[in-house]
């Protein structure tokens, strides 16, 4: 086979993957201290700097995970967000985004939903194109 046929096979192959929606990415923090695991290095053991700042807990209400999720393509209706936490753990709830020609957003879990409910236990984000159709969707190994 010519380079210039693997070429086109390949910019063919490309360019239908990129028009199926999918979930590319989700990831999390857990936000409960004014610095974060992966801070620390910087902000209380950094060797060149003799300022130590020492890790405070936040108040209550501004305790929260965050779940950053990202899709492909644009043209994605909505966006939804299910959830199931430990303190509640047979209570799912959801958060819903109209995503309008994004591609990503973060989902938030503060606040006495938060307090109370504990962490997030397992997750579920399905891609919508309107209403009723579920184009796509990814699932924590919990779920």
């Known amino acids: 086979m010519s380079l210039s046929k693997i070429a086109g096979v390949f910019l063919l192959l490309t360019g239908c993957a990129g028009t199926t929606p999918r979930v590319a990415e989700v990831s999390h923090r857990t936000i ?4 974060n695991a992966e801070e620390k290095a ?9 300022i130590r700042v020492e890790p405070q807990a936040l108040p209550a209400g ?5 779940f950053f999720v990202r ?6 209706g909505a966006v939804r967000f299910q959830y199931r936490q430990f303190n509640v753990p047979n209570t ?30 397992a997750w579920r ?19």
């Open 92 to 121: 799912v709830r959801e958060q819903a985004f109209d995503a309008a020609g994004r591609r990503s957003t973060t989902f938030r879990v503060h606040g006495d939903e938060f307090l109370q409910g504990g962490t997030v236990s």
């Open 71 to 76: 899709w492909t393509p644009a043209t994605v």
């Open 62 to 66: 501004e305790r929260r995970q965050e």
């Open 125 to 143: 984000v399905s891609l919508w194109s309107d209403t009723t159709n579920c184009v796509a969707e990814m699932r924590s190994a919990t779920w």
């Open 32 to 35: 409960t201290h004014t610095i």
């Open 42 to 50: 910087v902000f209380v053991r950094d060797p060149a700097s003799r």
